[in-house]
């Protein structure tokens, strides 16, 4: 699938995660199980990165155990090796995603100035930013989230890698991709999942700043 296509009204997500699961237990190395990642990332492409990531949640919705530690331990792989799939969102102020991305509604090209975000960062950014076809509401935010943060902690390597990222994004005043409010939420994000808390309730946590923040500035609650 390429960026120029759009999602099936009603993909079928436990077909997909069970092609990922099989295409990733065929490979004989960790490297090139992240291979598989990234190749499933680039032929989803930057416009339909939302189903990338919601691909990752049904791995951990249907997956048993096992499994999710595979697709954990594959993530653990990438963050070691600097080779998190990622989308390109443009930075900050540099004009909304229908305008980055040819055929995704401003039809222009690719903006230089753009930053790359994993899966993780991709939601909480998105809950803030209009970077997607649709706004994030906090419920849907939560529902990903949980998912998400359930299916990387299914190996500590990877938990703890991917909560070094998130401090070290939120520590970087340079970057780029992160306003005040999508960098706040990281920080909570990255604080309350390396205390130990249950990926529900740091979900829920992160949601919960985000509407505070969005009340505070005077925004419509999504």
Known sequence: MTA???LKSEPDWFGAAQALVEGLRGQDSLDRRVDVL?????DLGDALYPGFAKLLAAVAH??????????ADTLAQALLTARLPAARVPAWGAGGF???FPGFGGGGPLLSNSRKVGPLEFLCVWLVRDIADAPLDAQAFE???TYLLDLVS???KAAALYVDKLR???A????????AQSRRLIEILAERWAAGDPPAEVARAVARAAQADRGRFGLPFR
């Open 143 to 145: 529902t990903a989230a």
């Open 172 to 179: 970087d005043p340079t970057e780029g991709l992160h306003n």
């Open 38 to 42: 990234e190749r499933v990332c680039l």
């Open 98 to 100: 229908s305008t980055a």
């Open 154 to 156: 299914a190996s500590p």
């Open 4 to 6: 120029d296509r759009i």
């Open 168 to 170: 070290a994004d939120a």
């Open 62 to 71: 249907f997956g048993e155990p096992e499994v999710k530690a595979l697709v």
